[in-house]
């Protein structure tokens, strides 16, 4: 664990490169340690070819034991501090490629005497230096002495530049390594990669990065392990016009100095180099900006995203009880992102979808998920950036801790809202489905079983994010808020800028409940043991006619009804009983027969949400038609109801659950061929087609989209292509993007299955769950199928060996299979 970190001021100069027509923006996270700064002519960048790299040695016919064929990098050098300096390119080469030049010097200690120097890279090339070699070693100390090197190369399949030296380094010294690189800044959505957009019909370059979890070293030779922390200069050439952002503030004098920026993970690293405008916010002595497409920052949409921060970011110092480290909170809204949002430090990025709010064509829940998601990322500050896991099978301490702060941020921002009850809904039962099945898995793995970069990215899932969040309301719980706050308040500021694994959180847990006297029948390290080492939960069966287990019934009034989260939990519970065939199907169906009395969105949400796996089961078979039935004489009062509630579909429901029933409502009721929705969806958008003016409120968009594409032919899905094409609005591409999956016309989805693998067409962002959206139509299940496995090799090159998404695109397009003979296809 790296320990004992300290921090000076940083220093910084800002350049200009005359002949090259570029400046070079220098973001400091701390100070230039004393070194040797004079150039020689190494370091001049050029974009030459870069050599061939010694190959490794010849492998044995024994497997190899050697430390370069191992995932993990030993614990034998510590780095304390990076200085490097990028130039991407923003126009390709006579090759057509874009490319980045760099180069890197880090300042390592020697924990234990070693002849090896391990440290990750992928996918770079090195240029040869002074020493003819590619890689220089110096001591920070004059007077220490430096081995020379025998030989250096690539280990690609552990992803290591190797440096074999000739004798060892003294244990206790420190040494600094140079290189000078080469890479490509591809559109492969991580390590330092392009993003590109039109503005005014001139096509952008952007240079961003993703990082997380294991592409750092696409970007520039580390030590690329969560514990590894250190401290960062980063410097960025790039052309003038172009706006350079990273983790810190930028210096423009050498007189210009910042105050204290800790160390951190190399997972936590961003820079972006784009011609993006800005907005900003400077009342509460943190710098809070949000960049975006010009277009986009000129009409307004980063407002909504300016206005939330700054009091979620105050909310989350006072519930952390610790102040934010850094002087800045950067959000940046990329037109090419993998996830949803990621929470580089002092620059979290986000897709547009995540950041950007248009008053005019986003939803309630367009708005709900950029509070959401802004909440989550801000949660990471503390819990990630500034202590984080020690390894990845800890996961979960990040993520588990991010989306259950995630509600409680959203409800600072917009308290009407009463947000704070979906997590239920969202996380909860989301999770109970998952976890139910054999292949579900502990929130803590073994360290030794998480290695590789795949099964690390493999932990990024359902049971990470939502369990995790299930399993810290619980404890909030049963501890109380209060106990719960002081635990994981003594924690945070006795690991801060350290790492931990999930037992410290346990003790500073079991501190706060012996200092406030808390009855608990076994320790806190006992009791959730028992959640996080295993996998699946509970049942509770209680027999009334033995007396075996017996509970009081709580009543506040015996003639209440049953509250709404508890309706929605009743219709949850039996339907994930029945799967698990703990009590029959025909027992779990009928806790919805109430439905066509119920208006709250929760039951009608919990219960869509569980018919949606008999709409998979079923609506291939003859089961189908009376379901449809029973379905619609149950949505028929509801539609009705918001028919009424909103003076002939008029008026928007002013409750925030109401706006999202009203969509269930539409939406089931079209999906059950209600011809008076069908009708409804069918009009308005054929009124848009006709007049070009689209009065179908954002609220409803999604819904009325989908159904009209579904119930029309070519000209409906042909008009949504071209307003998809030509909209740059994120909110609105996203809406037509989902709701061009929906026609029944199979012709158009195979050529819709053909776009979403040409990046011209459809970004590499959306490919794999445009995909997924098409299966999920019936009439397109069986060609999305046969569409993937006759470009397997082809998809599984470009979209899967690094993506996240990819097990998104096999659970999609299989989602259906219920016989033996597609689990043979299998």
């Not at 990750?120 to 002495?145: E, I, Q, W």
């Not at 986009?296 to 407002?303: E, M």
């Amino acid at each position: 664990m790296a320990k004992g970190f300290f921090i000076s001021k940083a220093v910084g100069i800002v350049c200009i490169v005359a002949a090259v027509g570029a400046v070079a923006t220098i973001i400091a996270l701390s100070v230039v340690y004393s070194q040797e700064k004079a150039k020689n002519n190494d370091s001049n960048l050029q974009p030459t070819k870069p050599p061939p790299v010694t190959k490794p040695p010849s492998p044995t016919t024994a497997p190899s034991n050697q430390p370069w064929n191992k995932y993990r990098l030993r614990t034998n050098l510590v780095p304390w501090h990076y200085n490097v300096t990028l130039w991407p390119r923003l126009t390709p080469d006579a090759t057509g490629k874009y490319i980045f030049t760099g180069e890197s010097s880090v300042e390592f200690h020697c924990a234990e005497a070693t002849n090896l120097i391990l440290i990750h890279s992928h996918k770079l090339g090195y240029y040869p230096l002074s020493n003819g070699l590619s890689a220089r070693l110096t001591a920070v100390n004059d007077g220490d002495t430096v081995p020379g090197i025998e030989s250096v190369w690539l280990q690609n399949e552990t992803q290591y530049l190797v440096v074999q030296l000739k004798g060892d380094l003294t244990k206790g010294n420190y040494y600094i390594l140079e290189t000078i690189f080469e890479g490509e800044l591809a559109d492969d959505l991580g390590g330092f990669y392009r993003s590109e957009y039109t503005e005014n019909g001139v096509k952008k370059v952007i240079a961003t990065t993703q990082m997380e979890a294991t592409d750092a070293r696409k970007a520039f030779p580390c030590f690329d392990e969560p514990e590894m922390k250190a401290t960062f200069d980063i410097t960025l050439i790039h052309d003038l016009g172009t706006v350079a952002l990273s983790n810190g503030k930028e210096i423009e004098t050498t007189e210009d100095t910042m105050g204290d920026v800790k160390v951190m993970s190399t997972y936590l690293l961003a820079f972006i180099v784009s011609e993006f405008d800005f907005i900003q916010d400077n009342s509460d002595d943190v710098l809070i900006r949000i960049f975006a497409r010009k277009p986009a920052i000129a009409a307004g949409q980063g407002d909504y995203a300016l206005n939330k921060t700054g009091p979620m970011l105050k909310f989350f110092e006072e519930y952390y009880n610790y102040s934010y480290p850094l002087p800045k909170s950067d959000q940046v809204g990329l037109p090419d992102f993998p996830f949803g949002a990621m929470e580089n430090w002092g620059l979290i990025t986000y897709r547009e979808t995540a950041l950007l709010y248009d008053e005019e064509y986003s939803s309630n829940s367009d708005k709900e998920r950029i509070a959401t998601v802004i909440a989550h990322e801000l949660a990471h500050m503390w819990f990630s950036n500034l202590v984080t896991m020690r390894w990845w099978n800890d996961l979960w301490l990040n993520e588990g801790f991010a989306t259950y702060g995630e509600y409680l941020g959203a409800h600072q921002a917009e308290p009407t809202w009463n947000i704070k009850d979906l997590i239920v809904l969202n996380d909860v039962h989301r999770v109970f489905a998952v976890d139910a099945l054999a292949s579900s898995h502990p929130l803590s793995s073994k360290e030794e079983d998480i290695q590789k970069p795949a099964q690390i990215n493999e932990l990024f899932d359902t049971i990470t994010y939502s369990k995790g969040a299930s399993i810290v309301r619980m404890m909030s719980d049963f501890l109380t808020e209060d106990v719960f706050e002081q635990g994981f308040q003594t924690y945070l500021k006795a690991f801060a800028f350290q790492n931990t694994v999930y037992t410290d959180l346990w003790t500073h847990l079991q501190m706060a409940v012996d200092a406030t006297g808390t009855a608990l029948p076994q320790s806190v390290n006992n009791i959730m043991n028992t959640w996080v080492l295993q996998m699946g939960f509970p049942v509770v069966t209680i027999n009334t006619a033995t007396g075996d287990v017996s509970q009081k019934h709580f009543l506040l009034d015996p003639e209440s009804v049953i509250p709404v989260i508890n309706r929605a939990q009743l219709v949850d519970d039996a339907f994930n009983l029945a799967r698990a065939k703990i009590i029959q199907t025909v027992q779990a169906l009928e806790t919805t027969t109430y439905l066509n009395n119920e208006t709250a969105y929760m039951p009608w949400a919990s219960a869509i949400n569980n018919l949606d796996f008999f709409y998979l089961m079923f609506d291939r078979s003859e089961v189908y038609g009376p379901m449809q039935d029973y379905l619609r004489k149950q949505v028929t009062p509801l539609f009705l109801y918001y028919k009424d509630l909103t003076v002939n579909w008029a008026d928007v429901p002013t409750g925030h659950m109401d706006q999202y029933n009203e969509v269930n409502a539409i939406s089931l009721a079209c999906r059950t061929d209600l011809q008076e929705c069908q009708e409804l969806t069918t009009t308005w958008f054929r009124d848009w087609m006709n007049t070009g003016v689209n009065k179908i409120h954002p609220n409803l968009r999604s819904t009325m989209y989908c159904n009209a594409i579904a119930t029309g032919g070519a000209a409906e899905w042909e008009f949504a292509w071209d307003k998809f094409k030509n909209t740059s609005i994120a909110a609105e591409v996203d809406k037509l993007r989902i709701a061009l999956a929906c026609t029944k016309q199979a012709w158009l989805l195979n050529r819709y299955l053909e776009y979403a693998l040409n990046p011209n067409m459809i970004r590499k962002q959306d490919a794999m769950s445009t995909i997924v959206y098409i299966a999920n139509n019936v009439i397109g299940q069986s060609l999305a199928w046969d569409f993937v496995r006759a470009r397997w090799s082809y998809i599984f090159s470009q979209y899967g060996s690094e993506s996240n998404s990819f097990p998104n695109l096999i659970n999609g397009v299989t989602e259906r299979f219920s016989t033996e003979f597609e689990l043979q296809q299998v």
